[in-house]
């Protein structure tokens, strides 16, 4: 690789060596945006919300009776998705029965729906329960289910603070519905 002087970019600052991946929808997640203005279910919670529109406006990837499973608008990596009770509950002794059935199917499907249609090598599934355990929207349970591949951590995250991402949200949420099990 040739040294080169350093190259102008309009807005930047001034000239060096780094390329820049601009990336300002991630704005709405740092300024907050459509984060709950409150703990109840009728204070903007998104995952309240989300149930009522169609499913390719909602990220929704399947729908079940008492749980739903939903594309995270702000991924850690491609197929990142979240299993949200219907019911607007904050802790997960607060599901009933047939809420906590239908979350560990729902997560045993994301799974299977990950492997076979972007043969997901792992993953971390997992809960954060309240905001001091790191979750961004406490009022609303939700699991997270985020596929990994070897190698899939690298520079951009470290380095930049970003995070690459190599399908649009859509489309993405249209890989995982058709891949979705029935059981």
């Known amino acids: 690789m040739q040294e080169s002087e350093p190259m102008e970019q309009a807005g930047a ?15 709405a ?13 009728g204070d903007g919670c998104p995952f309240c919300e ?17 749980v739903f499973a939903v594309l995270n608008l702000y991924p850690y990596n491609s197929g990142h998705l979240m299993v949200c009770p219907y019911r ?20 045993r499907r994301a799974l299977r729906s990950l492997r076979k249609a972007s043969g997901a090598q792992g993953f971390n599934v997992g809960m954060n329960l309240g905001h001091v355990a790191g979750a961004g929207i406490a009022a609303h349970l939700h699991q997270h289910v985020v596929p990994r591949w070897g190698g899939d951590t690298n520079f951009m995250p470290v380095v930049a603070h970003t995070k690459v991402l190599p399908q649009l949200l859509r489309d993405t949420r249209t890989m995982l519905a058709d891949a979705w099990p029935t059981s």
């Open 13 to 27: 600052g001034a000239p060096d060596n780094f390329q820049r991946l601009w990336t300002p929808h991630r704005m």
């Open 29 to 41: 997640y740092i300024k907050g945006e459509n984060k709950p203005s409150g703990e109840g279910a």
């Open 50 to 66: 989300i149930p009522k529109m169609s499913d390719e406006e909602g990220l929704i990837v399947a729908r079940g009776s008492a």
């Open 88 to 107: 607007h509950v904050s802790d997960y002794d607060e599901l009933d029965d047939a809420e906590m059935a239908e979350l560990g199917d729902f997560t």
